[in-house]
């Protein structure tokens, strides 16, 4: 009898324990498949990067290779003669805004102003002509050094120099691209760039 039950209650543990190892194995071949199809995805979306990497390199390699032949060296100096006429420009647009119109300057003066103006001013002996730089020419600053502007009373003295701006003795600092007007006179200064070396480039335009 006792024989009879174990019988019994083997052959019903016996399907569960099949079962059991089927749900492993299914669920083992459900791991197995997943990582396979994210490792499948991971390698596409490298392969898609490295095709995207190789396209730009091409595109790249092929503009430089015509850059000679379609006139972009052409098209870079005449772009830039173009800003360096809107500086100029701006600058003298600034100073002219800056400045008071003939009409008020006269009116301020009164009649003796007029007289005088009407006469051609002399070139003041007392104003450089050598060992100078003559105004709207472009010229190198270094850090300490004096430069006079030719026929003018302006003196550009630099006191400093950093990556970014320039300080300069009656205009204080100018940053890169900027200007400030030289103080006692009517010239401005403008910084087309500042090295952290200690040199910059300036120009000086006067009224």
Do not use: K
């Not at 730009?56 to 430089?64: A, D, G, I, K, P």
């Not at 009517?186 to 087309?192: H, I, K, P, Q, Y």
């Amino acid at each position: 009898m006792r024989r009879h039950r174990r019988l019994v209650l083997t052959d019903r543990i016996i399907p569960f324990l099949a079962a059991f190892v089927g749900l492993v194995a299914l669920a083992g071949a459900v791991i197995v498949e997943i990582s396979a199809q994210q490792r499948a995805a991971q390698v596409s979306e490298e392969l898609a990067r490295l095709r995207l990497t190789l396209d730009l390199l091409s595109q790249r390699t092929e503009l430089l290779a015509g850059a000679a032949d379609d006139g972009t060296a052409e098209g870079l100096l005449a772009l830039q003669e173009r800003m360096d006429r809107l500086e100029q420009d701006w600058e003298r647009r600034s100073m002219a805004a800056a400045a008071p119109s003939p009409e008020a300057a006269a009116a301020a003066a009164g009649p003796a102003a007029t007289t005088a103006a009407a006469a051609p001013a002399a070139v003041d002996p007392n104003l450089p002509t050598t060992d100078c730089i003559p105004p709207g020419t472009r010229f190198m600053g270094v850090t300490g050094e004096s430069y006079a502007i030719c026929q003018t009373p302006a003196v550009v003295r630099v006191s400093a120099i950093t990556g970014e701006n320039v300080v300069v003795e009656g205009a204080g600092v100018i940053t890169e691209t900027g200007f400030a007007a030289l103080a006692g006179t009517t010239c401005t200064l403008m910084v087309f760039s500042a090295e952290a070396e200690g040199f910059a480039e300036m120009r000086v335009s006067c009224q």
